[in-house]
């Protein structure tokens, strides 16, 4: 299963609200549709899992939804260290793991 | 707290194979699945595989018949070996340990900080 993220950059300011979309190439398991931000030189960070579940600490400005092929994670109002990079994950039963290419989000 | 740390050189030669090592902190090894991911300069993610504490291993299809993932309970680690090795081969490694929802695999929970390899003569 392929996962396509576009655009590949979104421009906001901070206080906007951002959606960044992940579509997969078949209908995903949402259990298994996860989120993660990560930063110039980090590892990447855990957001959501289950499609729409927080991960620990990570504050409720970040949402997640959608099914099957088309899913959606919003961040309400952004704050100066939500510009990062951002990742959506899916697990099949080929077994793969695999990752959509990335969405940069960067301060307009 | 659960910390993982990967080790091993940084500079491979063509042709040759890459080994790493990642070593587990609080959280026994034979609980979880244990994951390779990599990302090239300024790429994405990349999965590599995955190990269960017994051995079952799962593996990225593209790179399958070059990726052996080993574990060793005893001093909770984990390992990747990756043969025949190209400048494509490029990147910074990351272990990480796999968590399940509902019983199927959801990503992953915890990461080492990363390990950059070059694969240069």
């Known amino acids: 299963i392929l996962l396509t993220q576009s655009p590949g950059t979104l421009s906001f300011s901070p206080g906007e609200r951002a959606t960044l979309s992940c579509r997969a190439s078949?209908?995903?398991?949402?259990?298994?549709l996860a989120w993660y931000q990560q930063k110039p030189g980090q590892a990447p960070r855990l957001l959501m899992y289950?499609?729409?579940h927080r991960a620990t600490g990570i504050p409720d400005r970040f949402s997640g939804s959608g099914s099957g092929t088309d899913f959606t994670l919003t961040i309400s109002r952004l704050e100066p260290e939500d510009f990062a990079v951002y990742y959506c994950?899916?697990?099949?039963?080929?077994?793969?793991?695999?990752f959509g290419q990335g969405t940069k989000l960067e301060i307009k | 707290q659960v910390q993982l740390q990967e080790s091993g050189p940084g500079l491979v030669k063509p042709s040759e194979t890459l080994s790493l090592t990642c070593s587990v902190s609080?959280?026994?090894?034979?609980?979880?699945?244990w994951s390779w991911i990599r990302q090239p300069p300024g790429g994405g993610l990349e999965w590599l595989g995955h190990?269960?504490?017994?051995?079952?291993?799962n593996y990225n299809h593209s790179l399958k018949s070059r990726v052996t993932i080993s574990v060793d309970t005893s001093k909770n680690q984990f390992s990747l070996t990756l043969t025949s090795v190209t400048a494509a081969d490029t990147a910074v490694y990351f272990c990480?340990?796999?968590?399940?929802?509902?019983?199927?695999?959801?990503?992953?929970?915890?990461w080492g900080h990363g390990t950059v390899v070059t694969v240069s003569s």
């Open positions: 190990i269960y504490y017994n051995g079952y291993t």
């Open positions: 990480a340990r796999v968590f399940s929802v509902v019983d199927y695999p959801g990503g992953f929970d915890f």
């Open positions: 994950q899916q697990y099949d039963s080929s077994p793969q793991f695999t």
């Open positions: 289950g499609a729409f």
């Open positions: 078949q209908s995903v398991n949402s259990n298994s």
């Open positions: 609080g959280a026994s090894i034979t609980s979880f699945y």
